[in-house]
């Protein structure tokens, strides 16, 4: 099933199946009230005996500064006629290749700079120097190559900022849709039915979604359905293979497909309820090697993992 956001109006269609006891929500959006604070606090946790302790606390350094530029710069945006539109043609309303970016992401943008050039040591800072030097053109040139995934076009000592404050700026304008999503027949289930982005990994819930698997948007921090042992990226069921370091019980573990040979991180909140699905991605890279190892590559990205080759 691929998932459709419909208008405010046509809500009331779609509430009597919501009632229902197997009902499943296809779409699920980010508290931003705590998102970046919790995800900083994983990532510190992480960090402890991790041999890439430093690396994941930059990270929760960014995150911080994410929530403290969120909490800053709110957005307010018109985005009814966005949802009419996109619901007429039949495509996200915010796809990251097409919808029109305004001055906002920028601010964004700026406000991060600041946030975290007083205390970055001297080989981050010179990275944010310059692209706080950067004109405006400079910068909407970088992030139309992220968006479109063309990541060999931007530095990967710029890329994680650039990318940090899209990904704001995204996830703020997701938080502005009133509509519900619905799941429909379809195609091109691994992009985000908000943002067209690929995903960052996937989790295994528990609360009200107990046992389901979601897709956690890496642009706009939205998560969406897919049903569990199925390929992520070619949807075929029949060559997939779980991977983890330490044993079964392990609490990120990679599916991986002999059809496309690729693979996906998947997290158990039932065996770590505090999984967060940028964290753990990035704090277990050494899982990241022995799928490499293996022949399989990713068919997901990680802000802080972006490849120059």
Known sequence: MSIRIVPKEQLSKDRTNEKAADYIPPLLFANLKNLYQRRAERLQQLAEDNPFADYLNFAAEVAQAQQKVLHDNPLKMEIVDILEKSAA???????????????HWQKLFHSLIAELLPDAPEHVSVALDNLEKASEQELEQMADALLKNEFSKVSSEKSPFIWAALSLYWAQMANQIPGKARAEYGEHRQFCPVCSSIPVASVVQIGTTNGLRYLH???CESEWHMVRVKCSNCEQTRDLSYWSLKSEQAAVKAESCGDCGSYLKILYQEKDPKVEAIADDLASLILDAKMEEEGFARSSINPFLFSNE
Do not use: M
């Open 89 to 103: 043609e039949g495509k996200p309303p915010l796809d990251c290749k097409t919808f029109p970016r305004t001055k």
């Open 217 to 219: 948007c890496s642009l």
